[in-house]
């Protein structure tokens, strides 16, 4: 009985050993770059956020899906996911396109948050996300800057 926690003990300092040789990879870089309104449903809005992810380092990056929520104003806005599947190249870069869908109830706090009588063009934003799969797991990501609130307008309201 003594042996195969011996066995198991050293099996488990060999791969946490291997782990810690693994070469560090710099961490993807994921910006924002375009939001577009998209057809929704109902009383729901929909937007194609675009993300630029690029890939810093020697080997390709492998992913198999994406999920982000955006925060504006600091409220929460919008929430999507995308069971999009491919690879950054090592040096490289790809846009990724994730539809995000915005509640009525959202859009009715947003607005009411932007009523308040002030002038503004923009409003702060938050980009909280992940892609995922790939050999390392799940790759997180965080923006923050501001946007223009006429991006969030469908082209018709503009």
């Not at 924002?32 to 993300?51: F, M, Y």
């Not at 990056?61 to 999009?84: H, I, R, T």
């Not at 947003?110 to 799969?133: I, M």
């Not at 923006?143 to 969030?152: C, D, V």
């Amino acid at each position: 009985m003594r042996w195969p926690t011996l066995l198991l003990a050293a099996l488990v300092s060999l791969l946490l050993a291997a782990c810690a040789a693994l070469p560090g990879r710099d961490p993807l870089r994921v910006e924002l770059v375009g939001i577009e309104p998209i057809e929704g449903q109902g009383l729901e809005l929909r937007l194609a956020v675009k993300l630029r992810v690029q890939n810093p380092n020697e080997e390709a990056v492998e992913y198999d899906g994406a999920a982000l929520d955006l925060e504006v104003n600091g409220k929460s806005l919008a929430y999507g996911v995308s069971d999009q599947r491919g690879s950054v190249p090592r040096y490289g870069e790809r846009v990724l396109v994730v539809p995000v869908s915005i509640t009525a109830l959202n859009v009715v706090r947003q607005a009411l948050a932007l009523a308040d009588g002030t002038q503004r063009e923009s409003v702060p934003f938050v980009l909280r996300g992940k892609l995922a799969g790939g050999v390392f797991g799940a790759v997180r990501f965080s923006q923050e800057g501001s946007i223009g609130i006429a991006s969030l307008l469908p082209r018709a309201a503009r």
